[in-house]
């Protein structure tokens, strides 16, 4: 083959348009091929044709993607490839067709190698390389672009737990987190906290009389037995009912059952005894399964999603007593129509005394505080609404709003109050008792007790006094 006749033969493909292979993608197009100028083209063929093979076609795109041929010297591996568009980095092997045709080299009789390399795009000049001081600000319309999108975004339920609690505590309507053991709080709370804390050391907190229904327990050690206790033998549930509630708790457990049947199973069956089948229940003190339970809309913060709580310890008076017809006059002025600050069910004319949060483990404690003290701060706001649509100052009868936080086995008791500003303080955390053993059961139904008769003796004597005027 002459010279000349392979001159033109590499000239005249060149000139041609290299087909782009079927495998890319369609919507990053290999673009035409846009060569140099003649002369450059039949000097690099000369080159070539005469063994310099360090000859290589340099040509200048239409755009940063345009696709050039390079023309690089023979070698035993081959040099095509052709590049992923999604990642330039990424380098995959040319595929074949049906023929066998290799799609990433185009075949010629000179031994030359044909790639398609995707040049990257130019970047940019930035305004820091163009040496201006103030270049790397914003432009006022990207900074007003920039305020809107920022003043349009909101906290979400799907939000973390960590932003959730930065914009409560930004905001006047969230709240604070402060420390139950060691942080100042209010003198009623602190009462309570010492009474708790005595239950969760677990010295003397048994009868003596329960002793030998419980000797078998390794959990349970003779200190745990004292001769005054607090509740006696009559007043705790029997050892087959302990039984029941820990077996039923290991199942759950080790089974990975989701919250429902812990609620089913286990939370509501300790509270079934507590507040309706134990001695020490009554018809003013009693729950609800509140699963639904919505904040009305003038309590609800106006940054923050909607919470809702699994159980309400709730305050039922008869309906014939003053306090009720107190309560059914109220609402008729109040947002919802409601004493509290949900409608739901007869939540709305039922006072919530301790709100209540279960949680598997897999969702974390952060994401039930945050349920429990937005519904708190809601229900502060509730308390001080004033028939005339005013927000009242805050009550000196109620101190605080009770809440417990359930994470499977373990039971926890947070408590919020008011700061001197007004702006609502969850204090967390201490261990009410655990469904893991047979003595903590025994802890978490004394501990509950101790709530519903603070309900009983306190809380529901200051809302009478603060709120319905009695």
């Not at 003053?322 to 129509?337: D, E, F, N, T, V």
């Amino acid at each position: 083959m002459s010279p000349d006749y392979a001159q033109r033969r590499v000239l005249n493909w060149l000139e041609a348009t290299v087909p782009v292979p079927d495998s890319l993608p369609s919507e990053r197009p290999c673009k035409r091929l846009r060569l140099g100028n003649d002369e450059h083209i039949h000097e690099c063929a000369g080159r070539i044709l005469n063994g310099d093979q360090t000859a290589r076609l340099q040509t200048i795109p239409a755009s940063g993607s345009g696709c050039i041929p390079l023309l690089s010297r023979p070698s035993n591996t081959p040099l095509s490839r052709r590049t992923n568009p999604n990642n330039r980095r990424q380098d995959t092997r040319p595929e074949e067709d049906s023929e066998g045709q290799d799609h990433g080299q185009v075949p010629n009789d000179l031994g030359l190698q044909i790639e398609l390399t995707p040049r990257p795009a130019r970047r940019k000049a930035s305004a820091i390389d163009s040496g201006s001081p103030t270049s790397w600000l914003p432009s006022a319309s990207n900074r007003s672009s920039s305020r809107a999108s920022s003043k349009a975004s909101k906290i979400t339920r799907n939000s973390s737990p960590t932003k959730q609690l930065r914009n409560a505590e930004l905001e006047e309507t969230g709240f604070l987190r402060a420390n139950l053991r060691n942080d100042t709080k209010p003198r009623l709370l602190d009462a309570l906290t010492a009474e708790l804390e005595k239950i969760d050391a677990g010295f003397g907190i048994l009868p003596k009389n329960l002793q030998d229904d419980l000797a078998d327990q390794r959990s349970i050690t003779p200190w745990n037995f004292g001769d005054s206790p607090e509740f006696e033998k009559v007043l705790l549930p029997d050892i087959r009912t302990v039984r029941k509630i820990y077996n039923l708790a290991s199942r759950c457990f080790k089974n990975n059952h989701p919250e429902s049947s812990w609620n089913n199973d286990v939370h509501s069956r300790i509270l079934d005894w507590v507040l309706r089948d134990g001695p020490c229940g009554d018809d003013l003190v009693d729950y609800r399964c509140c699963l639904t339970a919505q904040i009305a809309p003038e309590y609800q913060p106006p940054k923050s999603p909607s919470k809702m709580v699994d159980y309400c310890i709730c305050i039922q008076p008869e309906t014939n007593s003053p306090q009720y017809q107190a309560i059914q006059s109220l609402c008729k002025y109040r947002p919802a129509m409601s004493i509290n600050h949900t409608d739901w069910a007869d939540l709305n004319k039922y006072p919530i005394a301790v709100s209540i949060e279960t949680k598997g483990l897999s969702i974390g404690y952060e994401t039930a505080l945050v349920r429990v003290a937005t519904w708190h701060s809601a229900q502060w706001r509730s308390l001080h609404w004033d028939t005339d649509g005013d927000v009242l100052a805050p009550s000196r009868e109620i101190e605080f709003l009770p809440g417990i936080v359930v994470m499977q086995h373990h039971w926890w008791f947070v408590a919020t109050a008011l700061d001197q500003s007004g702006k609502a303080q969850t204090f967390e955390r201490l261990l009410l008792g655990e469904t893991e053993s047979i003595l903590g059961i025994y802890k978490l139904v004394i501990s509950l007790q101790k709530l519903v008769n603070w309900t009983r003796s306190q809380y529901w004597a200051a809302f009478q006094a603060s709120i319905l005027g009695l």
